[in-house]
């Protein structure tokens, strides 16, 4: 199992960013997957989760800033980034898990995850 985030990079406060994570080795289509960010000396939050058929949910401190979407085809989940904030520089990474429930939980995921991208907010 594998996967590969990118697209974070240095962005003003209010911009935007796309992150890509691709997976590999998993049936893609079949899990809920999850994006989780985490800043040094901080546990891993996640932020996003996304079912096998699109329903979405998110933290609150991203809610109606974050969008989580997937293609299924491209064994690809995104997340567009708007509006963004200093508090939200952290390295961001993605796992899936058996169900929506599972991704709250570290240990239920795929123990292999992926290098992350780092998302840097700053003027």
């Known amino acids: 199992v594998q996967f590969v985030e990118s697209g974070g990079g240095l962005v003003q406060p209010g911009g935007s960013l796309r992150l890509s994570c691709a997976a590999s080795g998993i049936i893609f289509r079949i899990y809920p997957m999850g994006w989780y960010r985490q800043v040094p000396g901080k546990q891993r939050e996640l932020v996003a989760t996304?079912?096998?058929?699109?329903?979405?949910n998110y933290a609150d401190s991203v809610k109606g800033r974050f969008t989580a979407s997937r293609d299924n085809a491209k064994n690809t989940v995104y997340l567009q980034m708007n509006s963004l904030k200093p508090e939200d520089t952290a390295v961001y990474y993605c796992n899936a898990g058996p169900t929506v429930q599972d991704m709250y939980n570290l240990r239920a995921l795929f123990a292999s995850w992926g290098q992350g991208t780092q998302v840097t907010v700053s003027s």
């Open positions: 996304i079912t096998s058929l699109g329903s979405t």
